[in-house]
């Protein structure tokens, strides 16, 4: 699921592409997409788009009349940009009505088409259609946003709850945009056990983490935008050459060379370096622990042996 760095880079080249554009149309091509009816999606035609902003995990376009169009991608969900061969041309044009390869929606600029589409056969994206800032407000899941959060706002969101790690990182209603992949990292880097309970941290561990998050989410955000470039972001993933755990399991650590470790439950899953961050312990695995029961590993060495 594309998180904080990966939506970003999305709103930057939005911006880029339809600030101060009229929406000329916006065909929505899959029924289940869209989850308003009132306003309808043909309200937004000839709206002029005033900014583009981040909610959480979604992708707000703003327009006049105080007007939004929410996108939430989800797992699968992608942007694509079309580019028109030429903004007076595609004013103009008239436009077959067919909806795009794969699209879900198409929204229609004089400078181009952006186009919303989603891997896979389960459909979870979906679209907002929103009148004023308070029905736009009902969406916010409250958690603060981390690279805007003091060191003392950032430690009274961790604590608050006594919950894991992993839990609280990647709870909406605690921080706002962080999902399964950069809390991997962030926990990494800071060297802490994803399964540790936030009111365990002491203040300089806890201070250590508002560091090490901040760090990690502005790097990627200039990561993303350096290897983009001026082109529109069209491979979008969770994974990245340069993680260091999520998403290489059973790939060594680029830190000890200790096979990284995994944690699964239901479609998530949690990766880890257990030498670098549980002082060897292995992690109990529901997918496995119970299978398995007395003959699950306890530490690298076991595992190894």
Aim: aromatic residues 6%; hydrophobic residues 40%; proline residues 6%.
């Amino acid at each position: 699921m594309p998180e904080l760095p990966e939506i970003e880079l999305y709103v930057r080249a939005l911006r880029t592409r339809v600030l101060g554009q009229r929406l000329l149309r916006l065909r929505v091509h899959s029924p289940s997409l869209l989850r308003t009816f009132d306003p309808p999606a043909s309200a937004l035609a000839g709206l002029e788009v005033r900014d583009v902003s981040r909610l959480g995990k979604r992708i707000v376009l703003h327009f006049e009349q105080e007007l939004y169009a929410v996108i939430h991608l989800m797992l699968a969900g992608r942007l694509s940009w079309r580019a028109a061969p030429a903004a007076e041309a595609a004013a103009t044009a008239p436009t077959s009505g067919r909806p795009r390869k794969g699209a879900h929606a198409t929204f229609e600029f004089p400078a181009g088409e952006l186009l919303l589409r989603e891997a896979g056969t389960r459909k979870r994206a979906s679209l907002h259609v929103l009148r004023g800032a308070a029905s736009l407000a009902e969406l916010d899941r409250g958690g603060i946003e981390p690279l805007l959060a003091t060191r003392e706002e950032f430690r009274a969101a961790l604590l608050r709850e006594n919950r894991t790690l992993k839990r609280a990182l990647t709870d909406p209603r605690i921080f706002s945009g962080i999902g399964n992949a950069h809390s991997d990292e962030i926990l990494f880097r800071a060297r802490l056990s994803p399964a540790r309970r936030t009111q365990q941290l002491t203040p300089a561990e806890a201070d250590h983490l508002y560091t090490v998050t901040q760090s990690w989410l502005n790097e990627c955000v200039a990561r993303l935008v350096a290897e983009t470039g001026d082109r529109f972001p069209e491979k979008i993933t969770a994974f990245h050459p340069l993680h260091a755990v999520h998403g290489r399991y059973g790939q060594p650590c680029p830190v000890c060379g200790a096979p990284v470790q995994r944690i699964v439950y239901a479609q998530s899953e949690t990766n880890y370096c257990a030498r670098c961050q549980t002082e060897g312990r292995l992690l109990a695995d529901r997918a496995f622990s119970r299978l398995l029961g007395e003959d699950w590993p306890r530490t690298l060495e076991e595992l190894e042996n």
